[in-house]
Nanobody, 120 residues
Framework: EVQLVESGGGLVQPGGSLRLSCAAS????????MSWVRQAPGKGLEWVSV????????YYGESMKGRFTISRDNAKNTLYLQMNSLTSEDTAMYYC?????????????WGQGTQVTVSS
């Protein structure tokens, strides 16, 4: 059974930082690209970032470039998202997602999400 368990969310002040983690199990982690997707209150899903199977290639949504860093540790079956210079616009539920392919593909599994709230 595929499981994706996010952690690391919470309340942070504007300008602050958070590091999200996603512990993966039930599949060959290093055979898949992984992604982060978020959903702000009352809004639709927004793609945040994707990383290929070995961490060489990464891509970001426009508003995340230069502030967010996606990474992975295949030895620990864990995906990360380092978020810096956070603003209220980053307030959202953040989901870890498994991608069907090594480099790209569709999202076929989702975690339960971790809440990030940016507020003073």
């Amino acid at each position: 059974e595929v499981q994706l368990v996010e952690s690391g969310g919470g309340l942070v002040q504007p300008g602050g930082s958070l590091r999200l983690s996603c512990a993966a199990s039930g599949f060959s982690f290093d055979d898949h690209a992984m992604s982060w997707v978020r959903q702000a209150p009352g809004k639709g899903l927004e793609w945040v970032s994707v990383i290929d199977w070995n961490g060489v290639s990464t891509y970001y949504g426009e508003s995340m470039k230069g502030r967010f860093t996606i990474s992975r540790d295949n030895a620990k079956n864990t995906l990360y998202l380092q978020m810096n210079s956070l603003t209220s616009e980053d307030t959202a539920m953040y989901y870890c997602a498994k991608v069907s392919g090594l480099y790209y593909g569709s999202i076929d599994y989702w975690g339960q999400g971790t809440q990030v709230t940016v507020s003073s």
